[in-house]
């Protein structure tokens, strides 16, 4: 289990754990929708893993009103790309009601110990629920997920009221879920 320490600001396309800047992603991707309003959804993070690189994005056209809160509302969207997938920076859509990326992107520090930073999240370990459990299942094996990283409410990044962001992967589908408490 790891520690994400606030490390100051950082590049757009910095290749280690941020919040904010632009998604590293495999060529032809697509920039997510959100399946409720329609609006580009909004980057938040890119989290490189043992087993992959995660990139997550929640909707923040209204926040409040989509349920980004949910795994499986379709108004947040989590990948997990390969190990050795090639990855570029994607371009933000340009949609001048719904903010696609964070105002500032944000280095994190992996530490297996706090040293005065502030901490903005962390890798492995146990979700530590606010709320009741919400083991997302997978939609490829219909197995629960295993718990990847995560994510605190800060100046950034908004989960409702002091809330906290879980990313959850499946390690043999590839794929990956956000959800968030409060
Ligand atoms: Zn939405
Ligand atoms: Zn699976």
Same mark, same amino acid.
């Not at 005065?116 to 299942?137: A, K, N, S």
């Given at each position: 289990?790891?520690?994400?320490?606030?490390?100051?600001?950082?590049?757009?396309?910095?290749? +280690?754990? &941020?919040?904010?800047?632009?998604?590293? *992603?495999?060529? @032809?991707?697509?920039?997510?929708?959100?399946?409720?309003?329609?609006?580009?959804?909004?980057?938040?993070?890119?989290?490189?893993?043992?087993?992959?690189?995660?990139? *997550?994005?929640?909707?923040?056209?209204? !926040? +409040?009103?989509?349920?980004?809160?949910?795994?499986?509302?379709?108004?947040? &969207?989590?990948?997990?790309?390969?190990?050795?997938? $090639?990855?570029? !920076?994607?371009?933000? $859509?340009?949609?001048?009601?719904? $903010?696609?990326?964070?105002?500032?992107?944000?280095?994190?520090?992996?530490?297996?110990?706090?040293? +005065?930073?502030? @901490? *903005?999240?962390?890798? @492995?370990?146990?979700?530590?629920?606010?709320?009741?459990?919400?083991?997302?299942?997978?939609? @490829?094996?219909?197995?629960?997920?295993?718990?990847?990283?995560?994510?605190?409410?800060?100046?950034?990044?908004?989960?409702?009221?002091?809330?906290?962001?879980?990313?959850?992967?499946?390690?043999?589908?590839?794929?990956?879920?956000?959800?968030?408490?409060?």
């Amino acid at each position: 289990m790891h520690l994400l320490l606030h490390d100051g600001p950082t590049a757009a396309d910095a290749p +280690g754990p &941020r919040t904010g800047g632009l998604p590293l *992603v495999p060529a @032809g991707f697509t920039w997510p929708h959100c399946d409720e309003c329609g609006s580009p959804l909004k980057f938040i993070a890119h989290l490189p893993l043992d087993h992959g690189t995660a990139a *997550v994005f929640l909707c923040d056209f209204d !926040p +409040g009103a989509c349920s980004g809160w949910d795994a499986d509302g379709g108004a947040n &969207r989590a990948y997990l790309f390969p190990p050795g997938t $090639p990855l570029l !920076p994607a371009p933000a $859509p340009d949609d001048s009601d719904a $903010p696609t990326l964070l105002p500032t992107a944000t280095a994190l520090h992996p530490a297996t110990t706090p040293d +005065g930073r502030p @901490g *903005v999240g962390r890798l @492995g370990g146990t979700p530590d629920w606010i709320q009741d459990p919400e083991t997302p299942t997978c939609p @490829g094996c219909a197995t629960p997920m295993a718990f990847a990283a995560e994510l605190e409410d800060d100046t950034d990044l908004n989960f409702g009221d002091s809330g906290r962001g879980y990313l959850f992967t499946c390690r043999p589908c590839t794929r990956a879920a956000f959800l968030w408490q409060c």
